[in-house]
Structure formats: C-alpha cells, structure tokens
C-alpha cells in the first residue's frame, strides 16, 4: 500500500475478554455498516463468514494481542477491550478505545484509569481481596451498542 493510500477506519477486538454477546454486537454492525471488525486473541475464534470479519491468532505470550492491536490500530479506528494499558496505548495512536461496557476511554481521563488500575493491582497483589468486574447485565449491552452506533455514524461519509 502506498502512503497515498488512506485505510478505511475498523474495529479491531482484544477478543480473549471480549464477552459473547458483544462479539455478537459486533458481528451484526460489521455486516450492517460494512466496516472491518478484527478480532485477536491468544485462542482460536470462530467468526460467521462475512467478508467484514477478520480472526487473527497471536501466539501466546504476555500482552501478545495487545501488541499487534496497538501496533495496528490507528486513527479513526476503534479499539474495543477491557485493558486499560492497551486502551492508553491506541488513544495515543489517534485511535478511539471503548470498553464492553460501554464506556469510552479518553485522553483526559486514561492517566486517572491507569493509576486506579495500578492501585488495585498493587492491593491484590498484597493480598488484598478486591473481587472481579461486576456481571455483564442488560444496561451494559445496550450502553456498548449506543457507543458502537455513535462511532458509526461519525465515520460515515455525510
């Protein structure tokens, strides 16, 4: 590809935590909106044939897919993970990063993230009990959707 040439923007899913029902989200968009999902993970995914899906399998190994993530995601795209790290990293590459929750990190709340996350790591890591992430619910779901559909229509061509 030459430097001329301008990639459409895509979604690229850090897939090994990415819950069934929002892959299914995403799945239906790709073909709706025609626009590329990727998926990486350290495992096999199967993905419904569509020419919008794209499953890529990285060896494993500490932060695997979220180095080809970071190295690949780049402005305009979306980034869809639960990993704060990996979130900081695509912000800075121009990327927009969105969490199976539905929320949107951003450049000015990512530090603040990052220093709760490394708080939390440091309790647990001292034996702290902390608990995990609360269930996926219904609010949840719907909450991803309607930032999904946002991203969406601010990449379409007006």
Sequence with gaps: MDEQTVQAP???????????VIRDIL??????ARVTVTLVANQWLRTPPSPFLNALQVQSGFDAADDLIAE???PGDLVVTQDIPLAARVLERGADA???????????AIAERLSLRNFMEELRGAGVQTGGPAT???????AFANQLDRWLAARAPR
């Design 10 to 20: 895509q979604i690229w899913v850090d897939a090994d935590a990415c819950p069934a």
């Design 27 to 32: 799945f239906r968009a790709a073909d709706r």
């Design 72 to 74: 690949r995601a780049g």
């Design 98 to 108: 969105l969490n199976p929750r539905g929320e949107r990190y951003t450049r000015d």
């Design 136 to 142: 996926l619910h219904a609010r949840d779901r719907q």
